[in-house]
């Protein structure tokens, strides 16, 4: 089974400045043959449904503002906010879809 | 537009089944472009969790660590995905979201909006 790890499990930011998370595979989700990373990162505010941000590792949900970026390949990924709005609260989950599918333990974005 | 949405019971006493519905509209689970329909679930405070999906051709993934106690089927007439889980333990509180995967995407890209269930006597 892969394993998804996070981190900082938890972090502050100011408004309007940067906001980065990690995301590690236990083994490469990337699929050599279509050179494709089947990752995806999710947004989950209290009350609703989760909401994705980005799936191939990099490609942005159709709607999602352009301040959220993925990055990565292989076991190392990363999420980031470019300029942090207070709607952007919330917990960011990322998750492999590499034949079955796992969710990391979640990283909390908060306002400092 | 894609909606789906659960259904269930609130609450259900320990070693019981629980049987959770999806319905859903949008896209249909018997042909390719229907992609396939997951349950999730998140206990109170933790994280996420991934239990099963079954995918338009009726091929089936499930979380090894729940695998012999969960079954997930579909129903194309209704549009329905139904969970079932055997032997509940409290453990098994939280709430529990059917999402869609679209092939394309890979990832889920829309979900229902939860239900919470309970697991006490």
């Known amino acids: 089974d892969i394993v998804m790890t996070q981190s900082p499990a938890s972090l502050a930011v100011s408004l309007g400045e940067r906001a980065t998370i990690r995301c590690k595979s236990s083994?490469?989700?990337?699929?050599?043959?279509?050179?494709?990373?089947?990752l995806a990162w999710y947004q989950h505010k209290p009350g609703q449904p989760p909401k994705l941000l980005i799936y191939?590792?990099?490609t942005r949900e159709s709607g999602v503002p352009d301040r959220f970026s993925g990055s990565g390949s292989g076991t190392d990924f990363t999420l980031t906010i470019s300029s942090l709005q207070t709607e952007d609260v919330a917990v960011y989950y990322c998750?492999?879809?590499?034949?079955?599918?796992?969710f990391g333990p979640g990283t909390k974005v908060d306002v400092k | 537009q894609i909606t789906l949405k659960e259904s269930g019971p609130t609450l259900v006493n320990p070693t019981q089944t629980l049987t959770l519905t999806c319905t859903f509209s949008?896209?249909?689970?018997?042909?390719?472009?229907?992609?396939?329909v997951g349950w999730i679930r998140q206990p109170p405070g933790k994280a996420l969790e991934w239990l099963a999906l079954?995918?338009?051709?009726?091929?089936?993934t499930y979380i090894p660590s729940l695998k012999s106690r969960l079954t997930i089927t579909k129903d194309t007439s209704k549009n329905q995905v139904v969970l079932t889980m055997t032997n509940l333990d409290p453990a098994d509180t939280a709430t529990y979201f059917c999402a869609h995967r679209m092939s394309e995407v890979g990832a889920f890209d829309s979900w229902g909006q939860g239900t919470l269930v309970t697991v006490a006597s």
């Open positions: 998750q492999h879809y590499f034949g079955t599918f796992a």
């Open positions: 191939w590792a990099s």
């Open positions: 949008g896209f249909s689970l018997s042909t390719y472009g229907g992609g396939g």
């Open positions: 079954i995918y338009w051709d009726d091929d089936r």
């Open positions: 083994q490469s989700v990337l699929y050599s043959s279509n050179n494709k990373n089947y």
